[in-house]
């Protein structure tokens, strides 16, 4: 079973527009939740977190909100730019857990 | 330090054979993973050390597949009597614990690519 669930498989967006990137998750139990990002033939790269005691959390032009209610995670890029073209993987940890589960990933496009 | 460091990058082996795959972390960490991804999903866990334990193997891990962390420095998996099944992507990461961000400090490397004909 999917614990972490990322829906849309790919996504394209106009350059210097926001890219929403969405993620359920299913494991209450999770309260550690990441931003991957992964060029071809490279491994995945750490992009941002966020921990279950936090709405939000930014870094630059990448911002994660967490509704834990809705069990709902989503990663906006502002402004998009050419380099951000790669998948992006939505992972979670449980409290205690020492690793990391990954989703299926979006493949994000950015349009010229 | 350059990094997560995996070989081959490449392999290509027959069905039945036996392959081994290597990972050298960054040097000052002490927790090492496998992972595996096959076309379309993410990254699965296999298992995980600290040092020269091996603290949790996942149920993807059959008896076909061994890991090792002899030295608590690099880990080879090995895989017996490959199937077709076995083709994916094998990625190793890396971080050190105790850090406060052993989850975001995960450094993968670039994966070794193994398919099975």
């Known amino acids: 079973d999917q614990q972490v669930k990322q829906n849309s498989p790919s996504l394209s967006v106009q350059e210097g527009r926001i890219s929403i990137l969405n993620c359920d998750y299913t494991?209450?139990?999770?309260?550690?939740f990441l931003w991957y990002k992964k060029y071809p033939a490279e491994g995945p790269t750490f992009l941002i977190s966020?921990?279950?005691?936090?709405d939000k959390n930014e870094d630059g032009r990448f911002t994660v909100f967490l509704n834990k209610s809705a069990k709902h995670l989503s990663l906006h890029i502002v402004p998009s730019q050419p380099g951000d073209s790669a998948v992006y993987f939505c992972?979670?940890?449980?409290?205690?857990?020492?690793?990391?589960?990954f989703g299926k990933g979006t493949r994000l496009h950015i349009l010229p | 330090d350059t990094g997560v460091s995996q070989d081959p990058r490449h392999k290509i082996t027959k069905r039945g054979q036996n392959v081994t795959f290597r990972c050298d972390p960054i040097?000052?960490?002490?927790?090492l993973y496998w992972y595996r991804q096959t076309l379309g999903q993410g990254p699965e866990f296999l298992t995980y050390?600290?040092?020269?334990?091996?603290?949790?193997k996942s149920r993807l891990l059959s008896d076909r597949f061994s890991a090792e962390r002899p030295k608590g420095s690099f880990s080879t998996l090995e895989i017996q009597r490959t199937e077709q099944g076995d083709s994916a992507m094998y990625l190793c990461?890396?971080?050190?614990?105790?850090?406060?961000?052993?989850?975001?400090?995960?450094?993968f490397g670039s994966g070794t690519r193994l398919t099975v004909v």
């Open positions: 990461a890396s971080t050190r614990s105790g850090s406060g961000q052993e989850l975001g400090g995960y450094t």
């Open positions: 494991n209450s139990m999770f309260d550690y």
């Open positions: 966020i921990s279950s005691i936090k």
């Open positions: 992972a979670a940890s449980g409290f205690g857990d020492d690793k990391i589960i």
């Open positions: 040097s000052e960490h002490n927790r």
């Open positions: 050390f600290q040092n020269e334990a091996q603290l949790e």
